[in-house]
């Protein structure tokens, strides 16, 4: 089913919308935004609930409470949102782009984020332990890079 392709953000079910996330955990980095410019500055250094190997939540029901500033995606603030990367699922589908071939929903298969390098798997730290400082020491740009690795058969 291609849902994504025939409906809007804002017309999706529950499932759809929360089946758009493909695991990827860029948007579990901490960020820096330029307050003049609001250009955003990803580190690798992962919020403490992530699961740095499985990139899920290790408390997704909870985040909010026991991380504040989690953010909660819903269709309404999608135009305010600069601090998503081009890979997700939810910015292309907001900039009227379609899905890439490693997106779960359209291979078919949650791993290929992983080996098409997309995810954050291998390439992040948590943040369990670490002054702000030392996470701004932290700062990288692949996490707003589109390139995945070459396209497997």
Request: net charge positive.
């Amino acid at each position: 089913m291609t849902f994504w392709k025939t409906k809007s953000l804002d017309e999706m079910t529950r499932k759809e919308w929360e089946s758009l996330c493909d695991g990827c955990a860029r948007c579990c980095l901490n960020k820096f935004e330029e307050p003049d410019t609001k250009k955003i500055h990803y580190s690798d250094v992962a919020c403490r609930l992530l699961d740095l190997k499985s990139c899920q939540c290790s408390d997704y029901p909870n985040r909010k409470k026991k991380v504040p500033d989690c953010l909660k995606l819903t269709p309404a603030i999608m135009p305010e949102m600069n601090c998503l990367p081009p890979t997700c699922a939810y910015r292309l589908l907001d900039e009227g782009k379609d899905l890439p071939w490693w997106h779960p929903l359209v291979s078919g298969d949650p791993k290929t984020v992983h080996t098409a390098g997309i995810s954050v798997r291998g390439r992040a730290v948590s943040e369990t332990g670490m002054t702000d400082a030392q996470i701004e020491e932290r700062i990288v740009r692949w996490p707003m890079t589109r390139k995945a690795k070459a396209r497997t058969r």
